[in-house]
Structures are given as structure tokens and as C-alpha cells.
Nanobody, 126 residues
Framework: QALLAESGGGPVQAGGSLRLSCVDSGRTFSDNTVGWFRQSPGKEREFVAGITWTGDSPYYADSLKGRFTISRDNAKNTLYLQMNSLKAEDTAVYYC???????????????????WGQGTQVTVSS
């Protein structure tokens, strides 16, 4: 079972960068496809990026390609999200999430991920 905890959020000016981290204290991190979602006030939680348990297939929401980079370090049970050229519309609570072990394909729906962290707030000021 995945036990996820995000960190690295905070205030940042537009055009700046942040790196989010998510540590999994469960026992199957290397076998889990993991991803990032975000939720702004009044909006649905949306998929940001994912990376498969094999580690060789990162994938992104089309609107965020080129600015965000997802990566994982299985030795540290840690997932990262590097966010560059941040915009005011990137302001949201960012959540990491994990699938069941050895999930197939490239899941991106909220229901594909049964395990969630508590979220970390990112606030971009223009």
C-alpha cells in the first residue's frame, strides 16, 4: 500500500520554478505507476503528469508539456515534479497519487489512482 506525502509547494512569482516532491513510505513504490494531479478552487481535480512503474514512460497533460517534468527515484521512494515558467493559472493544490502495483498502460483518470497524498499548495503571483 502506498503512503504518500507531498512537499515543496509555496508562493512563487510568475515565470519562476518550483520542484515538488512526494515520498512514499509504503512498500511497493517501485511497482506503482505514480502521478501528479492538481485542483484549483471551484474546479475539478485534473491530471498533470504520470510516470509508469517501469520508469521509462513519463506522460503529461497536453497543456503542460514543455513546462513540467515528472521523474522518480525508486532508491529514495520519491516522485518529483519540476515546474518551470509558472503562470498564475498554475495556482492549485498539487496531489501525488499511486496506482495499484504493476498497473497497465498510462493511467490518467482520477479513479485509476486509489492512493493519494494530502496535497501541497502552489501559489503563483503575477
Amino acid at each position: 500500500q502506498a503512503l504518500l506525502a507531498e512537499s515543496g509547494g509555496g508562493p512563487v512569482q510568475a515565470g519562476g520554478s518550483l520542484r515538488l516532491s512526494c515520498v512514499d513510505s509504503g512498500r511497493t513504490f517501485s511497482d506503482n505507476t505514480v502521478g501528479w494531479f492538481r485542483q484549483s478552487p471551484g474546479k475539478e481535480r485534473e491530471f498533470v503528469a504520470g510516470i509508469t512503474w517501469t520508469g521509462d514512460s513519463p506522460y503529461y497533460a497536453d497543456s503542460l508539456k514543455g513546462r513540467f517534468t515528472i521523474s522518480r527515484d525508486n532508491a529514495k521512494n520519491t516522485l518529483y515534479l519540476q515546474m518551470n515558467s509558472l503562470k498564475a493559472e498554475d495556482t492549485a493544490v498539487y496531489y501525488c497519487a499511486a496506482t495499484v502495483p504493476r498497473a497497465r498502460g498510462v493511467p490518467s483518470r482520477r479513479n485509476d489512482f486509489p492512493y493519494w497524498g494530502q496535497g501541497t499548495q502552489v501559489t503563483v503571483s503575477s
